[in-house]
């Protein structure tokens, strides 16, 4: 009985040592706030990303920012079109390095607090900054990656004040936030 359980764990951490985690898509969400009239808070997400972390540690999403989602068909199509620039910058690509082993070997139900240097590029620019992150190991050999608080995000760090300025003159606002909290949710397993 002992030399087949110690054969099903070499096994699984064989099977874990050869195969990438990749983003399960429908079950992982990025969400931003946008703040209008100093008053005003409005959650939106994008509805299609992509992403893996391989054996090597090397962590990517992208995010297909023509997938706006704001709850308002129009509001989504000026977004894309003065704030985004999709027809120059379609992805946002969010990179990472990460302890592949240590992800993959967290026993299940078990909590990982991680400060994870990550780097955004975003229309044409490109930003470094830690992510306060929570890791979770689910069943299923599934991992869930999750910020702990909103990432703060400055609009003149990606050139997106002029599009922030045209989306206000649009819709007769006073003022849009520059500054953009960013929550995120992001599930992997196993690539089969």
Known sequence: ????????????????????????ENESQIKFISVK????GEMHHF???SGEVLKNGNAS????LSSVETGIPIRNERMNKFLFEVSKYPLAAVQAQVDYKALTSLPSGSLLEQSLPITLDLHGQS????????????????ILVQ??????LQAADFMLEDGI???QKIAGLNS??????VDLSLKFALAK
């Not at 009985?1 to 399960?24: G, Q």
């Not at 849009?176 to 909290?181: C, G, M, R, S």
């Open 1 to 24: 009985m002992k030399r087949t359980t110690i054969t099903i764990l070499s096994l699984l951490f064989s099977i874990f040592a050869h195969a990438d985690l990749k983003l399960v």
């Open 61 to 64: 999403i992208s995010i297909h």
């Open 176 to 181: 849009i936030d520059t500054v953009v909290p």
């Open 127 to 142: 930003k470094s900054f830690s992510a306060e992150v929570n890791i979770v190991k689910l069943e299923n050999d599934q």
């Open 37 to 40: 009239n100093n008053a005003v």
């Open 47 to 49: 509805t299609t990303l």
């Open 165 to 167: 300025a045209e989306l």
């Open 147 to 152: 910020s702990k608080s909103p990432i703060l």
